[in-house]
């Protein structure tokens, strides 16, 4: 889909004229919302005003010309939460049984084998815990900084047929919305052929949003400190080079800026949960408590204290609108520069995730919404991570700078072949430069075939453990592969390499059907290039550091391996014992990111191309009736799909399948002592023998994000109807429209071998 907004802006007269204006909207006619129904409060206060002014006129009548307005909005509009709390009675270990959830220990945990199998679900089950005894968590099992983070969470005050789904209303919450627009246009007539124009815009607006209707510190959102501000400045000349020739030239300049935070308390800081030890990062130091997802629960607290980014783009065009003949002919080009800043914190102190995964029967196998319960994993203390790093981890944010040039030319033509045929002719080429990032803070592929720098150190360890354990994995002739840097050993500044298929022809018709006046069929056909919108990766230069969870694969959590699960390495007391992960730049080379994920944007990123076309008629039926109907479709090819590289080869997956506990089982890991001992493989000393059979073994991911793989198909048939009410009287104004629209969209997701 798409669309576009042509805005003209008034220019001053002879005249001096203005007005003013107010719309002011209360919550008089409002209906309620359907959550204060459920809840039997009446509607939320509403204030809205949107207001303003315009004055224009002559500074020299004739020749130069001044036209000025502003407008504000200031509005306070209801905005009921319905959100999701945890009950009272849980948050002492106990009452499980009350909900009908059934939570397991993971202390209990043992490994599933051919001799003990563990049936579920008509499958066997990875590992299996025992129940809680009485389905309660012994007082001395929980952990005060989990007890802590369950406080914060308000009483419920609402009961549905769940309680625990939306068991909290806030019906009086509000959101605060201000934003001011002054705007002014200068316009000088030189002569008779010649005149320019100056136009200036100004946006500045703040929003107030309580995303989950809790009181702060628990409370997150759109908080106080946000700002959206927008400022154009735009330069137009026109000249009348003769009677049927214009040729207008314009240059401008825009920038955009915002910046929304979600902490609603800055005084909230870890000690106050009791977290003991958290890293500080350098780029955003900060000692915000961290934020907070519960598993069926509405997460809580922020601390994106910081989330700017900015947009700045200069523009410069030239065209010409000429007439010759049955010609209406405008030709021209462009170019513009696009500046892309960034100043995002991330999570800073981190984002602690607890799901059901510990506490509940069989890890992998879930067996519904009541087997386990993330809050249950909350009062042990056992957050969750997996190999991809966006659950439970810390974010050491760097600043970003991008530029994207853009040059493109164009040709149409209206052409009135006859008194019932028009034709639309119409070229444009256009190239979408790669990105540039100011300090090269980029990658730029990833390099499959050099040898990577653990290769000689794991593969020792690999050969000793392989001659010592059955059924090891074989041992690879050579570890290769890692990421690549832009403008580094060689690689180009740009990352990706350069598009030039942006051919986009037009053409549409027009035709008025010979002995049916009353009839035109129209239709058209155009290729269209999306915008870039990719920014390409910055591992090295932004780093996530990931909760380790387990030291055992998955067999026990990663706060007990060293018998004080509440106070010990890796509690939520001292979560990142080893610290986080510094940011390294390109400085590492093939080394960055080793015993993590290795994600990245291959160089062949083509830009989407949209095939549209359309066929319809439009028949005055008389009486003031028309009828319009059209087919309209379209498919879009060269959209980015992401695809996972280093998986198992497809002989092991079928041996997995077969006889999963096999594969589950622990064995020596072969980079221990080899990779950093803050990464998923660096730290523990065993693995799964599963993650031994990777293509590229030192990563535990490796995606691609811009293979061109995906395509999307529209066809639509849209009818339109119009009767003009009374169209030989007074009320000749009044219009019936109705519209009636049948679509089909498909989408094709992955490659068709």
Known sequence: GGGHVNTTLKSGTNDWRGSVFDFWRNRILDANARQNNAAGTPRGF???????????????????????SFEGWQERTPFPVVSTTIPNDLRGGE?????????????????????????????????????????????????????????????????????????????????????????????????????FNFLFTFQDGSEYRNGNGFEPPAQNGNMPGTVRRDQNYVLSWQNIISPTKLWTIQASFNRFQQNFPDVSDPSFTIDKLGIRNLPVVGSFPTRLAPRVQVSGMTAILGNQFQNATQRQQANFQSSVAHTLGRHNLKYGGEWATIIRGAQTAGRPTGQFDFTAGWTQQFTGRSQGALDGAGIASLL???????????????????????????????????????????????????????????????LAGFDFNSKSPASDAALANWRRIAASTPGFAPVPQQLNGGVMFAGVGGNPRRPYNFDLSNIQPRLGFAYRMPGIPRTVWRGGFGIFHRTATQGNLTTGFSQRTPFVHTLDAGLTPSACAGGDCLNGRFSLANPFPDGVIPPTGSSLGLATNLGRDANFDGRQRLLPRTFQWSLGFEHEIGWGMVLEASYIGSQTNKETRTVQLNDRPEEIREQAIRNPAFFQ????????????????????????????????????????????????????????????????????????????TWSKQMENFFREE
């Open 380 to 442: 042990l203390g056992f957050m969750n991570s997996n190999a991809a790093g966006d659950v439970s981890f810390i974010d050491w944010n760097d600043t970003f700078l991008r530029r994207e040039p853009y040059i493109a030319g164009f040709f149409q033509d209206d052409w009135k072949v006859t008194d019932r045929l028009t034709l639309n002719l119409g070229l444009r080429y256009d190239v979408q430069y790669p990105l540039t990032e100011i300090q090269n803070r980029v």
């Open 665 to 740: 089982q622990q064995v020596p890991n072969p980079f221990f002592g080899v990779l950093p001992n803050n990464t998923p493989l660096g730290i523990p000393p065993t693995i799964s023998r599963w993650d031994t059979y990777r293509h590229f073994p030192q990563f535990t991911g490796i995606q691609q994000f811009t293979n061109p793989f995906g395509r999307v198909w529209y066809h639509g048939m849209q009818v339109r109807f119009e009767k003009r009410m009374l169209p030989n009287s007074k009320l000749a104004g009044m219009t019936w429209i109705l519209n009636y």
């Open 95 to 195: 009452n499980f049984s009350r909900y009908g959830v059934r939570i397991f220990d993971p202390l209990t945990s043992r490994l599933c084998s051919d001799a003990a199998p563990c049936p579920v679900l008509g499958v066997n089950g990875v590992i299996e815990r025992q129940p809680f005894p009485g389905n309660i968590i012994p007082a001395n099992r929980i952990s005060p900084v989990g007890r802590a983070i369950a406080n914060l969470y308000p009483t419920q005050n609402f009961t549905g047929p769940n309680p625990l789904n939306q068991n909290f209303i806030r019906p009086d919450a509000v959101g605060r919305y201000r934003y001011e627009q002054p705007m002014a246009r200068y316009d000088r007539v030189v002569n008779d052929a010649n005149r």
């Open 46 to 68: 509403r204030n809205q005003h949107q207001y303003g002014g315009i004055i224009g006129g002559p500074i020299r009548k004739n020749k130069d010309f001044i036209f000025l």
